[in-house]
């Protein structure tokens, strides 16, 4: 899976390399010359649906069509972002945010525009009215001695050191291996029902 994305990268790469001129650098194709400019509502008419599947990523417009099914996360998750931001399902998914990822070189040769600024600061100024709307906002404290792989979403395991002293691993010392953020649980005022099939 990922060498077809490398594959698939690589031919997007000589594509964009190609509109913007021979000789242009994969890793900087068209940064010389201007984008053209996009709104919101033309990104999302490119939702994948009639062909073109566009994202968008802070102010930069993307082209990801060639690449959708041969992304390491497989086609569904991305197409989750179709014709809209990514930024909403990396705050969930931030392994894509890992430095090592080197996600703006993956990103820039599907580059095909940019996000009409007016479309920017309107969002800006919604964000700003919600600013206590990261879903991380109440994960639960770890354990200060896991070893962390991912904060968030949380990926951390007990150092080989402390298992078996004490024979029953405590609570706190289990491994965590999440997808999303810990649900909210109100404590005593969350209640479960089981119902058996004869209602007992």
């Known amino acids: 899976m990922f060498a077809r994305a490398i594959s698939t990268f690589a031919r997007t790469a000589a594509k964009a390399a190609v509109a913007c001129g021979a000789g242009a650098a994969l890793s900087t194709a068209c940064d010389a010359e201007p984008y053209p400019i996009y709104t919101r509502a033309d990104v999302k008419r490119r939702d994948g649906k009639g062909g073109q599947t566009w994202v968008t990523y802070e102010d930069g417009v993307y ?75 109440n994960e639960p404290t770890r354990h200060p001695a896991l070893t962390v792989h991912s904060a968030e979403p949380a990926n951390m395991e007990a150092p080989p050191a402390m298992l078996g002293d004490p024979y029953l691993t405590p609570n706190e010392l289990w491994y965590v291996r999440n997808h999303h953020p810990v649900p909210a649980n109100a404590g005593d005022a969350h209640e479960v029902l089981v119902a058996t099939p004869d209602a007992a």
């Open 63 to 137: 082209d990801i069509t060639d690449f959708v099914n041969a992304h390491p996360g497989g086609a569904q998750k991305i197409r989750l972002a179709a014709g809209a931001s990514v930024e909403p399902f990396w705050r969930i998914y931030k392994q894509h945010l890992d430095p090592s990822v080197k996600i703006g070189d993956i990103l820039q040769p599907m580059r095909v525009g940019t996000l009409d600024q007016a479309d920017l600061e309107a969002e800006a100024a919604a964000a700003a009215a919600k600013a206590d709307d990261d879903p991380y906002l």
